[in-house]
């Protein structure tokens, strides 16, 4: 089956606080990509990262992160010494073809308060 | 480079009526798929067109449909009106498989 859990609803954190979103996936596949979206209030969701499933490398970008791990079957999104602009809804989203033809399922969604 | 556009952005229906939703991709983009949030159900799949054909379909009612044309731009369609039906619908493009995707601003569908 083809899911994506994030567990974590809402997370609250008080500026410069580093913050790690949780997903966890799971596909029958052995070929998939994983990504990340970012969706401000009132705004359309802005692509972050996109990982294959051959490349378990970590990615650092900017005061962005993130940790996959195969074998936890997870994709963490850490954002170090947050700021209110990192203020949004954060989507963790899976692609494969476990259903016949490669479609995208997003999970349900990390809301994160980064207050002054 | 234009964004993804979606027209109307607002639209308000009633029970049993039909409403078309239109997205014009980004230029080059040959994909274009179509997702429906709420804040019940999150964001779930609808369908993804690629060079005017379905390759894949959400778990939807077929009274949800779309197309694509051979500009790429493309259409959703809902008919006989739910008051579920109510959502933010969001159309997605991008280069091809799995490639990221790019949204547009939605369009808030009410249904009363």
């Known amino acids: 089956a083809q899911k994506v859990t994030q567990a974590q609803t809402e997370i609250s954190v008080v500026e410069k606080e580093d913050v790690t979103l949780d997903c966890v996936y799971e596909t029958r596949d052995t070929t998939y990509y994983l990504f990340w979206y970012k969706q401000p209030p009132s705004r359309e969701l802005v692509f972050l990262i996109r990982?294959?499933?051959?490349?378990?490398q970590n990615e650092i970008s900017g005061r962005y992160s993130w940790n996959f791990q195969k074998s936890t079957s997870s994709f963490n999104f850490t954002i170090t010494a947050s700021q209110v602009v990192d203020s949004a809804v954060y989507f963790c989203?899976?692609?494969?073809?476990?259903?016949?033809?490669?479609?995208?399922?997003f999970g349900a969604g990390t809301r994160l308060f980064v207050k002054a | 480079k234009a964004g993804v556009t979606q027209t109307p952005r607002y639209l308000i229906k009633t029970r049993g009526q039909q409403v078309t939703l239109s997205c014009s991709p980004i230029?080059?983009?040959?994909?274009v798929s179509w997702y429906q949030q709420t804040p019940g159900q999150g964001l779930q799949f609808l369908f993804e067109y690629f060079s005017e054909t379905q390759r894949n379909k959400g778990n939807f009612p077929g009274r949800f449909s779309g197309r694509q044309f051979s500009n790429s731009r493309s259409e959703m369609n809902v008919s006989t009106l739910e008051l579920g039906d109510s959502a933010l619908y969001l159309c997605a493009s991008s280069p091809g498989l799995n490639q990221p995707q790019h949204f547009g601003d939605g369009t808030r569908l009410s249904i009363l």
């Open positions: 990982r294959n499933s051959f490349d378990e």
């Open positions: 230029s080059g983009h040959r994909s």
């Open positions: 989203a899976l692609s494969d073809s476990s259903t016949g033809g490669f479609k995208t399922i």
